[in-house]
């Protein structure tokens, strides 16, 4: 669904901004710097960003900070966000316990 | 593993709507949600809603989610509650986490209804304690009592951001001020007047710069920005507030219809115009389809249950039919006016009925007194007692139009057109009208009541009531103390759900002016 970014794109040297501090996944605690960071690491892709960094893979599953993400990343590659993909999604939809997942039960 | 004919995800207006409608048909159908109470965001919605008859217009949320909840029990439909839906699978099977165990159910039919969720925008401070969603600021105040704060900021001025911003007044705090990157004011006119007339001002075209704070909110700054989004140097603005309320757009929770592999439109599942997605036998409808409001997603949910039905034998396709062009009806009603979803990034400068919009309600939240004689609802008399209806944007809504037993006002067949009161009206200050109007816009005027005196109308809904006899500030359309005033009359009673009517007494050439009534005790409107 999401266009092939152009890998051999030259995004220049990292240049540290001044809110790189921000947190922008609270769930996992990453912040833009660290996001920045990953995109000149070649990190382009939500999925990428996702497993280099768990963003979005704590409590909120990236309800929160899912676009802060795809603009971040957009805004570090020089594209419009509409170019970045969506999260993909997958169960379990929301925290769930282990033990939970593992006990199924009958509807009663 | 239990099957249903029917699977409806999520207990809000559209899920319920779409229960609703399959079961009437026939369908076996049970609804899931993962909330401890049913309703979605129905429940949190105290204010009047807009519309027509048909859309429940007038009725508070709260009321209509209510009647939904008693029409889906009479109808069988089950509705199981912190219930979460986990996984989606091939063949319509999900998952659901009840308690601390998964239970498996399949569906001849899966209808996704799971809403949207807030979004965020980040600013250095923006996890600080005290910046809160504007919706969970509604569901701390209109369904637990909880003040979600004393003194509030409130970034976004859509009808969310409004909305909020006047139950936010409601519940007894002080709002600071309504700040929105845009130019002009997202929402509703008439929802942005209810606020500004108490005393709150607008900035449009500023943001957020910074919250600071000792481990909660304790200030914020916010500066005007330039045409290329760049903050204008100089212009900061620091506020000393508790809380900061945003209220900057929803995002669907479209999680379950992506992973069912529906085809996708960004973050949207496409739908064809019965609400079904790519995959045949799953519907999303709603706030997930598409951001819209309430009204819109009950009809979505009718269609995509009346849908359900009638792929599954229940509905002949005369009566489907018949279902479908009613509500396609009236969600193309819904969907007119100068707020549709057609008309979204435009700038309009008139109305339908070619007159110029107002730009001071537009760009600060309230009606310029050179610009209200020209709407149709305002005429001035000189004698006796008339409506004057401040209502001045095509928006779909005409519950004032059917309250008037004299037929002093209408709007005609078109919902968003503007109110027009009459020439020859024989008001009798009834104030069925000013009741009606979901956007406090009505007033009625009596000039003359007494000598070089005028009595003002107007809708009141904070507590505490003031009495007969009690005296305070009259504020104008921008919340500036315009004259002293003495309330004359208090009216309240069932036809009007909870909108009180206040008369106040006012010098003769304030008649136009006072649109807000300040207690000089303390209590009720604490902000004004």
Redesign the interface.
């Known amino acids: 669904m999401h266009k092939r970014l152009d890998r051999s794109i030259d995004l220049g040297p990292y240049v540290a901004g001044p809110d790189d501090d921000m947190i922008i996944c609270r769930c996992e605690e990453i912040t833009k710097g660290e996001i920045r960071k990953a995109v000149h690491e070649g990190m382009f892709t939500t999925t990428e960003i996702r497993r280099f960094l768990r963003t979005g893979m704590g409590l909120c599953q990236g309800q929160t900070c899912g676009n802060l993400v795809r603009r971040i990343v957009a805004t570090e590659l020089g594209v419009s966000v509409g170019e970045i993909e969506y999260a993909v999604a997958r169960a379990p939809f929301r925290p769930i316990a282990m033990k939970t997942l593992a006990n199924e039960v009958e509807e009663g | ?2 099957r249903y004919e029917l699977i409806v995800i999520g207990a809000g207006p559209a899920g319920l709507s779409a229960a609703i409608e399959a079961a009437r048909a026939g369908m076996q159908t049970i609804v899931f949600d ?1 909330n401890a109470k049913p309703g979605g965001q129905l429940f949190k919605q105290i204010h009047k809603f807009f519309g027509s008859k048909e859309h429940k217009a007038k009725i508070r949320g709260y009321d209509i989610g209510d009647d939904l909840l008693r029409e889906a029990e009479a109808l069988g439909v089950k509705v199981v509650l912190n219930a ?6 091939e063949g319509k099977e999900i ?1 659901v ?2 308690g ?6 399949k569906g001849d039919a899966v209808i996704v209804a799971t809403g949207a ?1 807030e ?2 925008v ?3 401070g ?2 600080l304690p005290g910046v809160i969603g504007a919706g969970a600021a509604q569901t701390m105040m209109n369904l637990h009592g909880i003040k979600p704060g004393h003194r509030v900021l409130m970034l976004g001025t859509g009808n969310v951001g409004l909305v909020v911003s006047y139950q936010l007044l409601q519940a007894g705090c002080e709002v600071v001020c309504l700040v929105d990157a845009a130019k002009r004011v997202g929402g509703y006119g008439v929802h942005a007047s209810k606020v500004t007339r108490t005393g709150v001002p607008f900035y449009l075209g500023h943001t957020i710069k910074a919250i600071e704070g000792d481990g909660k909110v304790e200030k914020v700054t916010i500066a005007a920005l330039d045409d290329t989004w760049a903050f204008i140097e100089g212009s900061d603005m620091t506020f000393e507030v508790d809380t900061v309320c945003l209220a900057v757009g929803l ?1 669907p ?4 219809t ?2 069912a592999g529906c085809d ?1 439109m ?2 949207v599942p496409v739908t064809n115009g019965y609400g079904e997605t790519s995959v045949p036998g799953i519907y999303a409808a709603g706030d997930v389809s598409g951001i819209e409001e309430a009204s819109s997603a009950m009809i979505e949910g009718r269609i995509a249950g009346a849908d359900a039905a009638y792929q599954a034998g229940y509905l002949t396709e005369v009566a489907f039919k018949t279902i479908v062009e009613a509500n396609e009806a009236s969600l193309d009603q819904l969907r007119q006016g100068m707020f549709g979803p057609d008309e979204r990034g435009k700038v309009q400068t008139t109305t339908d009925e070619g007159i110029a919009l107002s730009t001071t309600l537009l760009e600060k939240g309230y009606l310029a007194e050179n610009e209200i004689g020209y709407f149709p609802g305002v005429e001035t008399r000189q004698k006796g007692i008339y409506p004057v209806i401040e209502c001045t944007q095509n928006i779909p809504c005409n519950p004032c139009q059917d309250a008037c037993v004299k037929g002093c006002i209408s709007i005609g067949d078109k919902i968003t057109s503007l109110p027009v009161v009459g020439e020859n009206i024989d008001c009798t200050g009834c104030g069925l009208c000013v009741a009606s109007c979901s956007g406090q816009s009505i007033f009625l005027i009596e000039e003359k009541a007494e000598e070089n005196i005028a009595y003002v109308s107007m809708p009141y809904e904070f507590l505490p009531l003031p009495e007969r006899g009690d005296r305070g500030l009259a504020l104008n359309r921008s919340g500036e103390v315009v004259c002293e005033t003495e309330i004359i009359k208090l009216r309240s009673s069932k036809a009007m759900d909870k909108t009180n009517i206040l008369t106040i007494k006012v010098p003769l050439d304030m008649a136009m002016k006072a649109r807000f009534f300040k207690p000089l005790t303390e209590g009720g409107a604490k902000n004004a």
């Open positions: 593993m239990k993962e979460t839906v986990v996984g989606i699978y998952t986490m009840i601390d165990g998964i239970t498996h159910y969720s979004n965020m980040t600013f250095p923006w996890t995002s929770m479209s999680q379950l992506k992973t996708m960004a973050n």
